[in-house]
């Protein structure tokens, strides 16, 4: 009777011991693993390519940039239908905005204004990291046979535009004055950085690497659009410094 008690008595005190060993083992990997940690040389992580000091003090440049790394380049929030009317009335303000800028010509706006009447027409919004979008779309009738259409996007905070695109004839401009006239009306003439395609009459696009911004205005058979892209040093790289 005693040797079972006192078989039962080692039992547990053996199980105690490796209960205490069980939760201790735990801290001892820690330890383990923090001092290994210390006699290690870890690599630091590489920054993001941040635009300069000045670029970044450029509020629409700035949004572009950090909406690039928010959800790329392109804005993929889901279209919603609008109130044609109301959607008209913003576009056209902005059209008036432009033209007076210098970046769209009279007969452009001309354009956009005959498209706003159109009998049969729908429109839509979007938005996105701080832009806004307006689609204005007018279906093909009696006296037009092709769909025509009206796409805005702009910068909430600043109302700038930083697209645009426009169902319209407009051949044999120069695109660079249009280009440059678009460049000082977002505000990126401060930049002094910028290199110049030569893409020849109908488009013109430029680029600056301090502001990571890439600028262009292309006039097509049937249309007009231009805009604003933000681009790291290496995306332009791939894609468009082989035109510079």
């Known amino acids: 009777m005693k040797r079972k008690k006192r078989l039962r008595q080692i ?4 199980l105690s ?15 383990w693993h923090d001092a ?8 630091r992580p590489v920054s993001v390519e941040l635009p300069s000091e000045q670029a970044q003090e450029i509020p629409v440049l700035y949004a572009l940039y950090r909406k690039r790394y928010l959800s790329g380049m392109e804005m993929d929030a889901p279209y919603t239908p609008a109130d044609a009317a109301e ?16 970046v769209l010509l009279e007969e452009c706006l001309q354009k956009i204004e005959e498209i706003f009447l159109r009998p049969s027409s729908a429109a839509y919004s979007q938005e ?5 979008g307006g689609t204005y779309l007018a279906y093909p009738g009696t006296t037009h046979k092709q769909l025509e259409s009206v796409a805005v996007q702009w910068h909430r905070k600043t109302g700038l535009v930083t697209s645009c695109s426009v169902t319209v004839q407009l051949m044999d401009k120069d695109a660079d004055i249009f280009l440059n006239a678009y ?9 002094t950085d910028w290199e110049t395609a030569e893409t020849g009459g109908a488009s013109a696009a430029c680029w600056s ?5 890439y600028l262009y205005y292309t006039f097509q058979e049937d ?22």
Not at 17 to 31: G, H, K
Not at 128 to 132: A, E, F, K, W, Y
Not at 183 to 191: E, F, H, I
């Open 209 to 213: 690497k301090s502001g990571q911004i």
């Open 223 to 244: 249309r007009l659009s231009f805009g604003a892209i933000s681009l790291s040093t290496e995306e332009f790289a791939s894609s468009f410094s082989k035109f510079f």
């Open 36 to 43: 290994r940690l210390l006699e290690t040389d870890i690599p």
């Open 128 to 132: 996105q990291d701080g832009l806004l």
């Open 87 to 102: 959607q008209a009335a913003i576009l056209s303000a902005k059209a008036e905005d432009l033209q007076n800028a210098g």
């Open 183 to 191: 460049r000082t009306y977002l505000g990126l003439d401060v930049l």
């Open 11 to 14: 039992t547990l005190l053996f």
């Open 17 to 31: 011991i490796l209960c205490l060993f069980s939760m201790a083992l735990p801290w001892v990997f820690a330890s």
